[in-house]
């Protein structure tokens, strides 16, 4: 199970990034849990939509043993760095295409934590939103979680920001997109002007001129995408007390859909 749940190359990927363990001064202690053990309970956690205490004891851990590695992970921004490790090799294979990216947003109904707010498409019941950025295959670069009720024009300059500097093969590291497709709900001039300064094409549907219906034959890919991120059940409610935590979650389903890539 922990070999199907992380597997080889998986795990040497992670070996980058994980940081080094604590070590008690005054020594002794109990011997520290399988670190590929625990890896495997936090992604089974991720996918299965389980709650911590619940988790099988098949992974040589405790549940407070993942939540507690799990929490120290993520305070290290270690899915944050598998993910640019794994965009870094998708990038060297050739897999990466940032002719034609792609923004959009997805709401999740909340039932505690920050992050959250009225959604205004679900009767002003509490909900999150995840914004992403695909490239041209739906592979994830940036993704950012907001309130429901923040709109999606707020989400494209810190999206854009947030995209992570890839390895090039050739030159300095590319983290901006040739072009960006959007939806009507990212028309708005400043924004238009914020993307040419920045030298990205955009191609944005204008309201009340044209249908977004012949824009979506570019961007079905990030609504696959989005589609791939419900794959990780712990996304389709935000349970997290804590923000850091459920960008963690969202971290880690990033993470599995472009190393699923890799391996194919």
């Known amino acids: 199970m922990v070999r199907q749940l992380v ?13 080094v363990a604590p070590v008690r001064p005054q020594g002794g202690g109990r011997r520290r849990a399988d670190d590929r ?29 993942a939540h507690r590695r799990f929490t120290h992970w993520t305070e290290a921004r270690v899915w944050a760095k598998l993910h640019r490790i794994i965009l870094d090799e998708l ?3 050739g ?14 109904r909340a ?8 959604n205004p498409t679900d009767r002003g019941k509490l909900g999150s939103k995840i914004h992403l950025i695909t490239d041209r295959n739906g592979l994830p670069l940036s993704l950012g979680v907001s309130g429901a009720n923040m709109h999606d024009s707020l989400g494209l300059e810190p999206l854009v920001r947030g995209i992570l500097p890839i390895r090039s093969r050739r030159g300095p590291r590319r983290r901006r997109p040739a072009k960006l497709h959007a939806d009507k709900g990212y028309d708005y001039v400043h924004l238009r002007r914020w993307l040419r300064k920045r030298g990205i094409r955009h191609r944005i549907a204008r309201k009340g001129i044209e ?7 570019h961007r079905w890919v990030v609504e696959r995408t989005v589609s791939w991120l419900a794959g990780c059940r712990r996304l389709h409610r935000h349970y997290e ?20 890539r890799l391996t194919n």
């Open 37 to 65: 053990g625990v890896l495997a309970a936090i992604l089974c956690v991720a996918t299965s939509g389980c709650r911590w205490r619940q988790l099988p004891p098949m992974f040589g851990a405790s549940w407070q043993t």
């Open 7 to 19: 597997p080889d190359s998986l795990w040497e990927l992670f070996l980058r990034v994980m940081p």
């Open 241 to 260: 007390r804590k923000a850091e935590h459920f960008l963690g979650f969202v971290g880690i389903a990033a993470t599995l859909i472009c190393h699923r």
């Open 111 to 118: 039932v505690k934590g920050p992050l959250t707010g009225p």
């Open 95 to 108: 897999e990466l295409d940032w002719s034609r990216c792609a923004i959009d947003s997805v709401s999740l």
């Open 211 to 217: 249908s977004s219906q012949r824009l979506g034959r």
């Open 91 to 93: 990038q060297a294979t």
